[in-house]
């Protein structure tokens, strides 16, 4: 009698921060799509290989809707990417229209606009990190506390229009949402969520300023078909992928850079020349979570010799195609001079990332920003020290304890 070995479950244990876990290399030697369960227990192709990586990301016949909602794959018990989202009968039309209204709000030309207002942000937490360290001479300081995390809070706030001062009760929702196996917890705090956007949204009709949720508000007068279910999921969406997901790079991004002294000293001798290409090489390598982007097969399709059939899930893990060895130099190496440097760290195609612009404007900032300030900039502790949040959706850390 033949045993069938069951398929590997997804997140897979990693050695540290750093590295991605070593079994995405050995997947991806067997075959581009491979056979895994996903934290909800149910069965879904792996992507692992950065060619099949794009063509999904590309092929307009896999979507994040299902031809059949209530047969689709279970991939978490979290609030978001827990399964399809959006309709099948209208998901290409709903992705052109939120388009239509993110693309202007998003754009290069408003980020590089936005930019003074981001290093005067970074600088008021760079503030705070050098008032903490003041007030306990020779005790670490938590980086993640006084600058990942806020940073990215306060230019989300203020591209959205979201008060700062509710951070804490949108953090503790966003925690919420993102855990794993959240289930009904995670339902109720996305309920709670949706209702906070919504009530922004009511003010924002009365008086709208020049925000995006505004923006948003101003599209729904002219298009009564996106409802308010819609806006207040989109704006929730838009709030919470804005700054867990930068938070998390901006932790890495830090890691990487200190865990080996004399990078750290290469980066602070020219941290504006050197910010673009580094940033890149942070955006391939850091993997703050354990999962990847989820896509539904519309029909049948051919992916890497293997046949997904329609209605079937692709877990596209950007950090193994991005150390994928058929597709970059040496891979497992940080190297901030890389060129090029085509990583799919915010996917590709016409789904790519709508805040690909943003991120990468935050990041080049606070990175030169640091490092100009904290040039000593040293971890406290080893960097297999440092624990993983392997039950949340986004991954990320707790805690950076830095000195100086």
């Known amino acids: 009698m033949t045993t069938v070995e069951p398929a590997p479950r997804l997140p897979f244990e990693r050695p540290n ?34 060619t099949e990586a794009r063509q999904v990301f590309g092929d307009k016949r896999f979507g994040r809707s299902h031809p059949a909602p209530e047969q689709a794959a279970k991939i978490s018990h979290a609030a978001l990417q827990a399964g399809p989202t959006g309709d099948y009968e ?69 591209l959205l229009g979201v008060p700062y001062a509710d951070r804490a009760r949108f953090r503790r929702l966003s925690e919420r949402i993102g855990v794993l196996d959240g289930g009904d917890d995670a339902q109720q705090a996305m309920a709670e969520f949706m209702a906070y956007t919504a009530a922004l949204a009511a003010r924002k009709r009365e008086n709208p300023e020049p925000d995006v949720i505004s923006d948003m508000v101003a599209m729904q007068a002219e298009d009564p078909t996106f409802t308010d279910e819609q806006l207040s999921r989109q704006a929730a969406g838009l709030l919470f992928a804005g700054h867990e997901t930068t938070s998390g790079r901006i932790d890495y991004g830090v890691l990487f850079l200190l865990s080996d002294p004399s990078r750290r000293d290469r980066f602070a001798a020219d941290p504006e020349g050197q910010a673009q290409t580094t940033v890149e090489e942070i955006l391939r390598m850091a993997a ?76 080049r900032i606070v990175f030169s920003s640091l490092f100009r300030r904290f040039p000593g900039l040293r971890l406290a502790v080893g960097v297999d020290d440092i624990e993983v949040r392997t039950h949340r959706l986004t991954g990320g850390v707790d805690t950076v304890p830095v000195l100086w």
């Open 90 to 158: 209208t998901e290409a039309r709903e992705h052109a229209r939120l388009r239509k209204m993110f693309v202007p709000a998003f754009s290069a030309p408003r980020m590089r606009r936005l930019a003074g207002r981001i290093q005067e942000l970074a600088d008021r937490c760079l503030d705070d990190m050098a008032a903490a360290r003041e007030a306990r001479p020779g005790e670490p300081v938590n980086l993640h506390e006084l600058l990942a995390f806020p940073l990215p809070v306060l230019v989300i706030c203020e």
């Open 17 to 50: 921060a750093l590295d991605i876990a070593p079994l995405y290399r050995a997947l991806r030697r067997e075959a581009p799509l491979t056979r895994v369960t996903t934290p909800a227990g149910d069965p879904a192709w792996l992507v692992t290989t950065f």
């Open 288 to 363: 703050p979570g354990g999962l990847g982007l989820v896509r539904y097969a519309h029909e049948d399709v051919e992916v890497g010799g293997v046949l997904v059939e329609r209605g079937e899930a692709v877990i596209i893990s950007n950090a193994a195609a991005n150390r994928d060895e058929s597709a970059f130099t040496a891979p497992e190496e940080f190297d901030p001079t890389r060129k090029p440097n085509v990583h799919v760290a915010f996917g590709h195609g016409a789904h790519v990332c709508i805040g690909a612009n943003l991120a990468r404007t935050e990041l």
